[in-house]
């Protein structure tokens, strides 16, 4: 079965310092692996996602995120923090099979200290 | 082109009501999913359905939790005799076929029972 967790709940950076939000993941076929973005009362936005090919994925606003399979990690950087980044970000995990079932981690909620 | 609509975004119930909880996917899209939402946690999959058809629904509690998606109309989510335990943001979200993972979801529905 497939299952996702997110190393710390809550991250909080400084406004152009480094964004580092850690996932990993567990699969029992090659993953496909994605971050989802959640502003406060809103539904979800991909931010960027891993099928194949290239291991190093960029996203929308400036994230990108590594697959890193011998770790079986994907995790999300920024180089530069915005006050607008902050925002609940959800990584996830989905096994290619007759459906698209996407299984979510808990989340880490980014704060962002102008 | 509009995205996914949820109605109602509020939803308040006394115990041992009913719930509905209406969903309208994106145009041309004919996969919907339901999550559930529970603070400090992450998304929970519920059901996945199309058209007329239930595909995967590992995650519905087996008693009062039923889901639909008919041929014309929106999907709905129904919640009988609710109970506290069922206070949480439900999230539905659609996708394209072939378009792995990529979900679109809609601003979800807060049902509060009181």
């Known amino acids: 079965a497939q299952s996702v967790t997110q190393l710390g709940s809550h991250v909080s950076v400084s406004e152009g310092a480094l964004v580092l939000l850690r996932c990993n993941y567990s699969?029992?076929?090659?993953?496909?692996l994605f971050w989802y973005v959640q502003y406060p009362n809103q539904g979800l936005q991909l931010l960027l996602k891993?099928?194949?090919?290239?291991?190093l994925v960029k996203g929308i606003n400036g994230f990108e995120a590594e697959f890193k399979k011998s770790e079986t990690s994907f995790h999300l950087t920024k180089p530069s923090a915005h006050m607008s980044d902050a925002a609940e970000y959800f990584c996830?995990?989905?096994?290619?099979?007759?459906?698209?079932?996407?299984?979510f981690g808990p989340g880490t909620s980014l704060s962002v200290i102008p | 082109n509009a995205g996914v609509m949820q109605n109602p975004r509020h939803l308040v119930r006394r115990r041992g009501q009913e719930a509905r909880l209406r969903c309208s996917p994106m145009?041309?899209?004919?996969?919907v999913y339901w999550y559930r939402q529970l603070p400090e946690e992450g998304l929970k999959f519920m059901v996945y359905?199309?058209?007329?058809?239930?595909?995967?629904e590992s995650g519905m509690p087996k008693e009062r939790f039923s889901a639909e998606f008919p041929k014309e109309g929106p999907s709905i989510l129904r919640i009988q005799q609710v109970v506290r335990g069922d206070s949480a943001a439900y999230f539905c979200?659609?996708?394209?076929?072939?378009?792995?993972?990529?979900?679109?979801f809609g601003s979800g529905t807060q049902l509060s029972v009181l």
């Open positions: 891993y099928t194949t090919g290239a291991t």
């Open positions: 979200a659609s996708s394209p076929q072939g378009d792995v993972g990529k979900l679109f």
């Open positions: 996830a995990v989905s096994e290619k099979t007759s459906y698209d079932k996407v299984i």
């Open positions: 145009k041309g899209h004919s996969h």
């Open positions: 699969s029992s076929v090659p993953p496909y």
């Open positions: 359905l199309q058209k007329e058809n239930i595909i995967d």
